[in-house]
């Protein structure tokens, strides 16, 4: 006889007001979609990740057979290296879309040149600094590499480094020609990230238009 699917949910979230939304959110869902609730197995989590991720991952049967999707939306620059690398590590298939903000990197980065050429710090860059590097990690030179190659660099470090394939869409400020976050996604099957990379394109070519240089498979 076939076993039933199941699927297991992990929501995360800190804010308060945010987890009640969250929770009156999904809770409707599974009130309009009964057939769900034999299938489908919720926690909620309000907290931070970085504080949780061991209690999540422990439920999580960490084999082969067990496919898992994970998104990572963090409130700028809050979560953690090792919060990220023990998820990478896991053994089960995986796919991963991370939104790496840039602009929190950047910002927090100019207080690390500051510190860097002899710059003194209040207690406020201190602090900030400090969630910096927790994010980062102290392997990344975040001083004489620009925007890319401290994201590229991060990416080596826990993804690729866990024979993760990766690709990326540069998100722009809505009202100026600059990045703003670079929406990762990472999955062990180069099939998977080739799909993903060519709906990103699409999503390129629709936005921006065709080039002079051609159109999706320009921006591919």
């Known amino acids: 006889m076939k076993k039933t699917l199941k699927i297991k949910l992990f929501f995360v979230e800190k804010n308060k007001g945010n987890f009640k939304n969250l929770n009156n959110n999904i809770n409707e869902f599974i009130k309009n979609n009964p057939h769900l609730k034999d299938i489908v197995e919720i926690e909620y989590f309000n907290n931070d990740c970085n504080k949780v991720i061991m209690q999540i991952l422990e439920k999580i049967n960490n084999t082969n057979k067990h496919p898992i999707f994970i998104l990572i939306e963090p409130w700028g620059i809050q979560i953690k290296k090792p919060t990220i690398e023990e ?56 001083i004489k590499s620009n925007d890319k190659k401290i994201m590229e660099d991060y990416v080596n470090s826990i993804f690729t480094s866990q024979d993760l394939k990766v690709v990326g869409y540069d998100m722009k400020y809505p009202d100026r ?11 062990r099957k180069l099939s ?24 999706k498979d320009y921006y591919k």
């Open 87 to 142: 998820i990478a590590k896991l053994k089960n298939p995986k796919d991963i879309m991370f939104n790496y903000i840039l602009e929190g990197v950047r910002r927090t980065g100019g207080i690390a040149k500051k510190k860097h050429y002899g710059g003194k710090l209040n207690i406020k860059e201190i602090k900030t600094l400090d969630t910096l590097l927790e994010f980062i990690g102290d392997d990344i030179d975040i």
């Open 177 to 187: 020609n600059d990045i703003l976050y670079y929406l990762l996604y990472a999955s």
């Open 192 to 215: 998977i990230t080739n799909i993903v990379k060519d709906i990103y394109a699409k999503q390129k070519e629709d936005n921006q238009g065709i080039t002079l240089f051609g159109g």
